[in-house]
């Protein structure tokens, strides 16, 4: 057994209760100031101040002790929204859309979603491999221990399915943990455009029973928007996929006020994500029915929209997380603390607010919450050296990264 001593840490973790922290509770971070966490075989064996946790270990061997010279020391970052599976970025459609042209527009003219889509029929699994290891690499040297992949730009079954056997194989190359998501209810592919209910019946009578056959995803996730999925056709793709024992998730509210946020409640998901258009009604029926908030700043920020009423979700007790949502095209980015700065600086979060938001209520969307999320005895020694005394340094030195090392199950996996 191997054991270490990570020790002069300002540590500063979330407080797992046993549930998504909801309400008061996404503002209660524990902090010891001069703090250590001894390591055994990469999990968190004792944590606590220096001197309680070095009595305790008494005269037990210690193989490496590391001193963090009084920085600040959080959870690895836990990413649960993310398209990062795809074979080339979008620059010229960026392009059009800083002109003023909406996405809604440029998906119906084949461009958005559907040109990924093209890109990633033509892609071969090694094509789709290097881009998405690149940008799994990315994410780990700014400081994401464990992230969600979604397919989605296969829309048919055999590259829905080449999609999930690549996000398993990088998963397998990688020292991150990834939670795979069937997302082939993405958009609507054209052939399907003026029968869409026979897409729908695609997906739920060929693809998710064929993904649960290879048992290459632990989630379902459905686009529900205008133009895309209506509410009952999202809602048959989420029941078809509870019934075969998937999690379910939902993108929901994110241009149009459709009601995702409600049918994400009335299904029991594990989360909803964008919720820009949401209604109060609707969150508090998230609210009450336990399902998480996962919001996507960047991704309001790259459309040039206001983000979504984080600090009042939170007021009405709803639990919330935030991701990249890192895809070619409405975001493009895999950093994490860029996320936490622009949670801070345009939600209006707290510091102590988008920390929880980013490591415990994330890792509960991905059901990793016993392996991550927070920095306690029995999870992994998933953790971040920051370059700073306190968490607030993600979202003060914006644009830069200030995560000095990343570690995951205790080694060292990226040192900036
Ligand atoms: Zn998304």
């Known amino acids: 057994m191997i054991t270490k001593l990570f020790y002069n840490a300002s540590i500063y973790t979330p407080v797992d209760h046993g549930s998504p ?11 010891f100031e001069h703090g250590a966490v001894l390591v055994k075989n990469g999990m968190i064996a004792d944590i606590g101040e220096e001197n309680k946790v070095i009595s305790r270990t008494g005269s037990e061997k210690i193989h490496q002790k590391i001193d ?19 074979a080339r970025t979008r620059e010229g459609e960026f392009e059009q859309r800083i002109q003023g042209i909406p996405y809604l527009e440029i998906l119906k003219q084949g461009g958005g979603i559907l040109s990924s889509v093209r890109a990633v029929a033509q892609a071969d699994e090694d094509e789709l491999f290097e881009v998405t290891i690149k940008n799994m690499l990315s994410a780990l040297k700014t400081g994401t221990t464990t992230l969600e992949i979604k397919s989605g730009y296969g829309l048919d079954t055999e590259n829905e399915l080449k999609m999930l056997r ?3 194989k990088v998963a397998e190359h990688t020292p991150l943990d990834v939670v795979p998501t069937f997302l082939g209810a993405h958009a609507v592919p054209l052939e399907y455009i003026d029968n869409p209910d026979a897409f729908v019946n695609l997906v739920v009578d060929e693809m998710l029973p064929a993904v649960k056959d290879q048992g290459i995803a632990e989630y379902c996730d459905v686009f529900c928007e205008q133009g895309v999925f209506s509410l009952s056709q999202s809602r048959k793709i989420l029941k078809a996929s509870q019934g075969l024992g998937l999690g379910i998730k939902i993108h929901a509210d994110e241009v149009n006020d459709l009601g995702g ?58 639990a919330v997380a935030l991701a990249t949502d890192c895809n070619p095209g409405s975001s493009y980015t895999w950093s994490m603390p860029f996320i936490f700065g622009l949670a801070v600086m345009n939600m209006g979060l707290s510091p102590a607010q988008a920390l929880t938001a980013s490591t415990l209520n994330s890792a509960y969307v991905l059901g990793m919450e016993k392996q991550a999320g927070s920095l306690d005895k029995g999870k992994q020694a998933d953790f971040l050296m920051l370059e700073g005394k306190t968490p607030s340094i993600l979202a003060y030195n914006a644009g830069g990264c200030p995560v000095k090392a990343v570690y995951k199950l205790g080694e060292p996996v990226s040192l900036n």
């Open 166 to 168: 690549v996000i398993k």
């Open 68 to 86: 963090c010279k009084g920085r600040c020391f959080i959870p690895g970052f836990v990413d649960p929204h993310t398209h990062m599976c795809f």
């Open 21 to 31: 922290a909801a309400g008061l509770a996404q503002s209660e971070i524990k902090h």
């Open 261 to 318: 946020g409600g049918l994400a409640a009335e299904l029991g998901a594990v989360s909803a994500d964008h919720l820009l258009a949401v209604s109060t009604e609707n969150i508090d029926k998230m609210a009450k029915a336990g399902v998480i908030a996962t919001l996507l700043p960047a991704t309001a920020y790259s459309l040039r929209k206001p983000c979504a009423r984080a600090k009042h979700m939170i007021e009405r007790g709803l």
